[in-house]
């Protein structure tokens, strides 16, 4: 079988023509505009299915590079950290509280489902982990820190399962977060508090034509440049106490930025910011889709596949129902239950897509942009692990 290898300039060029034809997608097709599913993963998912096809047929296999993933992510949550202000966190404090809570219970939710479930169907209840939280609420991270953790306890091949069941959490998070955010929209009839975005729009953005400010765009890279430079020390210092996602260093520089120039009264143009970061996302994203191994999913047995079916069904109504309810059953609240499908499901990237693909359709959400990258990138890693040990533990 021919393979044609592409390097990292060569696979965002195809993740940039997969973006373009997912934007296509989105327009032309009711459904996904309707239900707002990214276009990265519309147009990456196309490409992902292609290349699963061509490989089962023996005819060729793509391999990527993809480096400039998380170059593009780690600017994005740059870019979010630049959006801490600490009047905004104020709003959002014990948001971040009780979003941390729900995702704290689905873990655990997850990992009962799964190590409960792989044992009735003759499975190592271990294995069942890979299944759950390791995988759909931790990630492609997790999983791939947390497979050999089972292997060296026994689990055969648990690395692989972990990985294959986080590529489908990514696809699902994406596929069913749109329709739990839109359909609370539409049927309580909620509106966005654009008030809360005024004062930055009103910074830099030309009144007549909408356009953004050409010194400020260059200004908001500057300040994403910085930031992710010295943001990778920070990593490095914090991950020789803890281990934590690369981007969060750049985050927290980020944040401390933004605040003491807020503090110097100095202003951080975020209309260029918020531009270039969800560029940075669509990018990442983009990226991350081509790059799924689909057959990885193909190789899991019927009954992993059962299982991962209720694991999704699980969170649809836990963030339909429980994430809505607790969170406020605002505007604020239905962003929040289409970011958890996608955090729940996948990783915080894949919420924050969500989340952009409705407030680009509904109108801004800025307190769940600042609530889902704390949780996801400062919290969520620490507390879901300690479940994962008690689980592998008693199991």
Known sequence: MNVIELDMYQALG??????????????????????????PVVGGLLFAIIHVILRSAGILEFS???????????????????????????????????FLILAVLIGCIQDAVGGFGAGLFGLDGKLGLAMGSIALLGGHGTAGSFGPFLEDMGVANATTVSVAVATFGLIAGCVIGGPVGTSKIRKYNLRSSDSRDT???????????????????????????????????????????ITLPGYIGSMLVGAVIRNVQAARRIEVPMPEMSALGNICLSMF?????????????????????????????????????????VMGRDYD???????????????????????QAITSQFGPAPVPFMIVPLVGGLFIDFFNSAVITAFANFL
């Open 14 to 39: 195809v993740a940039v023509i997969m973006l373009l034809i997912g934007r296509m997608l989105v327009g032309e097709i009711y459904f996904l505009r309707r239900f707002c599913i990214p276009a």
């Open 64 to 98: 990527l590079d993809v480096t400039l993933q998380n170059v593009f992510m780690t600017a994005f949550f740059c870019s979010v950290g630049y959006m801490a202000a600490f009047d905004e966190l104020k709003k959002g404090g014990i948001g971040v509280v009780k």
């Open 199 to 241: 004062e930055t729009m009103e910074v830099s953005v030309d009144p007549n034509t909408g356009a953004l400010d050409k010194d400020n765009l260059m200004d908001a890279a500057i300040y994403i440049v910085i930031g992710v430079g010295i943001g990778t020390v920070v990593s490095a210092l914090l991950n020789s106490f």
């Open 285 to 325: 994203l983009g990226l991350a889709m081509i790059n799924l191994k689909l057959w990885q999913l193909v190789r899991l047995a019927v009954p992993m596949i059962i299982i991962l079916l209720i694991q999704t069904v699980i969170v649809y109504f836990y963030a339909s129902y429980v994430v809505f309810n």
């Open 333 to 355: 609240a239905a962003n929040l239950s289409s970011a958890f499908c996608g955090f729940g499901m996948g990783a915080t990237p894949n919420a924050i897509a969500n989340m």
